[in-house]
């Protein structure tokens, strides 16, 4: 049974289960509901992009029915504030953030979710710090992918010169409802899961004044810190996973329709880099779903997780 647009109708967040801790300095905002196995999702997105754990609206009601689930912002997005200085817009960064938060909740070991550059970001969790992590799902990861001419990193956001959300302000200029618009739809398959709610949700955050200072540092930042930074973060990792592939059972689940990190080229390249040394892995595609493959099929997505994680 295909999702239905019933599905997308109820796209908020439940309000009591909002909370900030204090993770390693950073007073970070994030999604504690339901009761289970500890799972913990891991959006998109870097410094200043407007993603962050609503990202997850559409799946976490099911989920919770399953989980312990954990849904944090990131460094630097959502509500939780980016770094002080320029020097720390680095991926290391990013990581000891998140890797704080798993010991801050307390609840290890978790099985671990990655969507696009949180995918990255849960296989080097999964690598540098086994004890903490059950099982990892890496969802569209053109980051973590292999480089390929055919897929160049961030060529799909520069196909889209006036989307504001996803370039510095010296390249797009100021945000717009429309600008906030105009990526998650070019990244669809079918725009249902585009709702009034989470369109909503991204200009609220697009209005925090930490998010306006985090675009403005990533001006500089991004070309001289944070990409240096994460591309060597992703040589590592991979790497890693070549000597001894993934130390824990992974799923890698895949939009078939995803324009930024193609099925042929990012998805399929992933998947053969992991399978030369993962020896528990699975591979699963979504049709009629892009980038954010999640949200377009959530009943699907979230049937994929309870398979995989309860296993």
Excluded at 72 to 80: A, H, Y
Excluded at 130 to 152: G, Q
Excluded at 214 to 241: C, F, H, Q, Y
Aim: glycine share 8%; aromatic share 10%.
């Amino acid at each position: 049974m295909s999702d239905t647009h019933q599905e997308y109708s109820a796209d908020g967040l439940e309000e009591r289960n909002l909370r900030f801790a204090d993770v390693a300095g950073v007073r970070t905002r994030y999604y504690e509901g339901g009761s289970g196995e500890p799972l913990v999702l891991f959006h998109g997105g870097q410094y200043g992009h407007l993603y962050s754990l609503d990202s997850w609206s559409l799946n976490l009601p099911g989920l919770e029915r399953d989980f312990h689930v954990f849904a944090p912002d990131k460094l630097g997005q959502g509500f939780t504030p980016p770094p002080a200085r320029d020097e720390d817009y680095t991926y290391e960064a990013l990581y000891e953030h998140a890797a704080a938060f798993l010991e801050a909740m307390g609840a290890a070991p978790y099985h671990l979710v990655g969507h696009s550059r949180g995918g990255l970001l849960v296989a080097d969790l999964a690598l540098r710090a086994p004890e903490l992590v059950r099982k990892v799902v890496l969802v569209d990861s053109n980051t973590l992918a292999p480089n390929s001419p055919y897929a160049p990193p961030g060529i799909f956001y520069q196909s889209l010169p006036s989307h504001a959300a996803f370039h510095p302000p010296s390249v797009s200029g100021p945000l717009t409802i429309e600008s906030v618009r105009a990526e998650p739809v070019a990244q669809s398959y079918s725009t249902a899961h585009v709702t009034p709610d989470f369109i909503e949700r991204m200009w609220r955050i697009a209005q925090l004044p930490q998010t306006a200072e985090a675009r403005e540092r990533m001006a500089e930042a991004n070309e001289r810190v944070w990409l240096p930074s994460m591309n060597a973060g992703k040589r590592e990792t991979l790497d890693a996973i070549d000597r001894g592939g993934l130390p824990v059972p992974t799923l890698l689940v895949w939009g078939a329709n995803d324009l930024s990190a193609p099925l042929p080229v990012s998805g399929y390249q992933l998947y053969e880099r992991l399978a030369s040394a993962t020896a528990d892995l699975e591979f699963a595609v979504l049709n009629r779903a892009g980038h954010y493959c999640f949200r377009e099929q959530p009943r699907r997505f979230n049937r994929l997780l309870r398979s995989f994680l309860l296993d």
